[in-house]
């Protein structure tokens, strides 16, 4: 059974931290591997990662997947409170179409 | 330029009724999801459309229908709601399920007393 872990499931931390969120997997036939941020209504597109050890950045957010020991890790360095929120990690299984989610890290910043 | 739309926003219904979730993406996507999200468990597919004219079962589709519209409209139905389907639903589109990111609709909430 294709399976996505997330964890921490929940962290708490102060603003200006830096934090990692780590989302490990085992499935079937791996194609691609991607994070969402959800506040408090849609999971919003963050990155998606297809080939080990290529960093993706976007700001203060980045990620890098590992595809030997089946990892992904999302870092967001000098968090905001704007940066509260559940962030979800999702797997595509190659021939098939669609996303195997894991259980989501919620993060909240703290002023 | 709306993205993934999603009717109704809330939801409550009693054991036994029945209800129909309406999604549709102006996005010209090829791929629509139904997924439901409960506390600790993230999102769970329910059914998906690579394309049009095609419906697929997920992870947990007991209990519930899909149809496929056309291109623009997937709906979800509940033929006879449970408590266990309190839950809140996601649509959600992709240009190709296997290719590109999904967008997400705003959400269902729906409650079943």
């Known amino acids: 059974e294709d399976k996505v872990v997330q964890s921490p499931l929940s962290l708490v931390v102060h603003e200006g931290d830096t934090v990692t969120l780590n989302c490990s997997y085992e499935v079937t036939n791996f194609r691609s591997l991607l994070w969402y941020k959800q506040e408090k209504k849609a999971p919003t597109f963050l990155f998606m990662l297809?080939?080990?050890?290529i960093e993706k950045k976007s700001g203060r957010l980045s990620s890098i997947l590992d595809k030997k020991e089946l990892f992904s890790i999302l870092n967001i360095t000098a968090t905001q409170t704007g940066d509260s929120a559940v962030y979800l990690c999702a797997v595509q299984i190659q021939g098939a179409q669609k996303l195997v989610f894991g259980q989501g890290t919620r993060l909240t910043i703290n002023p | 330029n709306a993205g993934v739309t999603q009717t109704p926003k809330f939801q409550v219904l009693k054991t036994g009724q029945s209800m129909t979730l309406q999604c549709a993406q102006d996005?010209?996507?090829?791929?629509m999801y139904w997924y439901r999200q409960d506390p600790g468990m993230g999102l769970r597919l329910i059914y998906y459309?690579?394309?049009?004219?095609?419906?697929d079962k997920g992870e947990v589709p007991n209990g519930y229908n899909v149809s496929r519209l056309n291109k623009r409209e997937f709906s979800l139905r509940l033929e006879s709601a449970a408590p266990s389907q309190t839950s809140v639903y996601f649509c959600?589109?992709?240009?190709?399920?296997?290719?590109?990111?999904?967008?997400f609709g705003p959400g269902t909430r729906l409650t079943v007393t």
């Open positions: 996005m010209n996507h090829n791929s």
């Open positions: 459309s690579a394309s049009e004219g095609t419906t």
């Open positions: 959600a589109s992709s240009e190709q399920g296997w290719v590109n990111e999904q967008y």
């Open positions: 297809t080939s080990s050890g």
